[in-house]
């Protein structure tokens, strides 16, 4: 049979069955998804409770334009959401994916400050070593310099502010965000619009946690330059570091959070821009922003984020992510202790990574071409696990780390099997001796 598929990666094997960390491919073979997809499955594969209400909305509306018509579903899951995100009276605006819920954010920066008569805002702030997406808007704001090549000519309005990585750096939280500040004064406040980041850096780094001190001293920046905080929580958000939000281990309360991923678990491509009230009224009274997509504001990627958001809460799964991901870490820094080339040990709740360096003591990385991150995750592959590679884990060109980030349903036995089998995979790449 020819094959017709403009495929990402060659050779894949077919998945045909999962429930909860499993899936099942057509040769017989049994993985642990110790990824979850892109760090995306929340709630396991295989939720009747999800499929039954995606169902039943797909039976009732299964959709409509948002400009012609609302949904009782995506009220619904707006309302929910507003109880849950750390968003002063929170807007919720759906969308298809977390790049979309980014681009969406940044204009809605944007139209803000154009409703309050502040125009000359427009300029977007991101961290070195960052990932906000893939589409051509936000790549800009993106640091990772395999997927910016050959799109440089398109790119390059996103001023950058230094990453803030405690294993490299070691800069309180209070320096960085002097230096937030610095980079805003030259860059004149009254032209920026809005710093986007991510507050557990994910896939370009591999679950780097800022010091606790970072996230308010920011905040405080942010609104004393009048500068939008978007806090990017594609990857961290809906329950993944042991919080419903990375925000809430600081206790900050941005201007916006943009999520995906882990709001619909991967049942349905889901986005969420989520924007406190006074943004959504300026915009609202100055009838600014005209955006949206032909899927935004989807009756039944509503209905899976309801039901998603029901299993976190029914199964107490934000408990599990914060105890289970300290466990994990705990296995891993045993496993790996005498490792001379395991770096760090990384991330919150079940987010988590372990960074690999040519040399403990010096902490050099290993040459890009070696790809050890990539060799890893297919050693791996091969022992039926899946793990997500950071392939520039140290500056978004160089490095190597690998993220586990499973279903935050997974069982302390399959979190250890998980694990062992992670080890085996570093030990063939990566001997010992
Ligand atoms: C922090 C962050 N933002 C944005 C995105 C982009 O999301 P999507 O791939 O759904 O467009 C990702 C995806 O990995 C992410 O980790």
Redesign the pocket.
Known sequence: MSDHVFHRTLDRPIAVTARGCTINTADGRQFLDGAGG?IACSVGHGRDEIVSAMAAQATAVAYVHATQFATNSVARLARRIATIAPVDDARVFPVS????A?ETALKLARSYHLARGDTGRHIVLAREGA????SRGVLDASDRSTLRAGYEPWLGQTVRVPMVNPYRDQRTGVEHAAELDRIICDTGAERVAAFLA?PIS??TLGAVVPPDDYWPAVAEVCKRRGVLLIL?E??TGFGRTGTWFAADHWGIRPDMITA??GASSGYWPL?LCIAAGHVYDAVTEARNFLHGFTWSHHPVGAAVAEATIGVIEREGLLDVSRDLGQRGRAWLGDAFSDHPNVGDIRGKGLLMAVEFVSDRGSKVPFDRTDRVAERIVEAAFDRCLTVYPCGSAVDGNVGDAVLLGPPLCVSPDELREMIDRLVDAVRAVLPVG
């Open positions: 892109a994916g977390g790049s979309e980014n990932y906000h997406g893939n991510e994910g896939a990017d594609v990857m995906g991923k986005g």
